[in-house]
């Protein structure tokens, strides 16, 4: 566990899934670093561990923490952060939006979130960090089940993450554990398919 703290504190974890995001992307004929993202978050049930720190979530009834989450349109992780389930959406884009921009070296131009996004100071804080800010909503209430544009991906890399137990709920007495625990999880799920379009960028 020592070891991770460290690793962890170095950046190791997210300079690991920047490099094979890049090998990927290009794999597919993309550019490296990507121009759009989406933004979505997630609740995360409490535990013992991460009971004091803990937030209510009014929308989804349960306490937790609420991890905010940028993936490309392929999927993978680009950044994300977490804070107490009881606050907005809102409240930490800011400070995303620019680390996702110093981690793509400033590609980000669109990014699509839902409806918890929306005011004026979140399209500002985007505008701010040279990002186009677009809302994927509902044009009206349905109750079968269907994939929205754009934000179905991000909910398919949510579904690959509650795969792992360790990120089924937040067991983390510290936040930045349980941040760094999704950069280890989604270097897990890239790196078998980073020889694959190795291979393949090698042999064409």
């Not at 993309?30 to 979505?40: D, M, N, R, T, W």
């Not at 990014?111 to 399209?123: E, I, L, N, S, V």
């Not at 754009?150 to 510290?174: I, N, P, Q």
């Amino acid at each position: 566990m020592l070891q991770f703290r460290r690793w962890t504190d170095a950046g190791c974890f997210e300079a690991m899934v920047s490099e094979m995001r890049s090998i990927i992307r290009v794999g597919v004929g993309h550019k490296g670093q990507p121009s759009a993202v989406i933004l979505e978050g997630r609740t995360l049930q409490s535990s013992c561990e991460s009971g004091p720190r803990a937030g209510y979530n009014s929308y989804k009834l349960r306490r937790g923490s609420k991890v905010h989450v940028v993936v490309d349109t392929l999927g993978q992780l680009v950044g994300l952060t977490v804070m107490q389930a009881s606050e907005y959406e809102r409240v930490g884009q800011k400070d995303l939006c620019k680390a996702v921009q110093q981690v793509t070296s400033e590609t980000m131009k669109i990014a699509w979130t839902d409806q918890g996004y929306t005011g004026d100071k979140t399209r500002k804080a985007a505008k701010a960090a040279g990002i186009d800010h677009q809302i994927v909503k509902l044009s009206e209430a349905k109750k079968e089940f269907f994939l929205l544009p754009r934000r179905w991906v991000v909910e398919r890399s949510f579904g690959r993450l509650s795969r792992f137990r360790r990120l089924s709920r937040d067991f983390e007495r510290m936040p930045h554990v349980l941040s760094g625990l999704h950069f280890v999880v989604f270097c897990i799920l890239i790196l078998p398919k980073v020889p694959f379009w190795m291979a393949l960028k090698a042999n064409s």
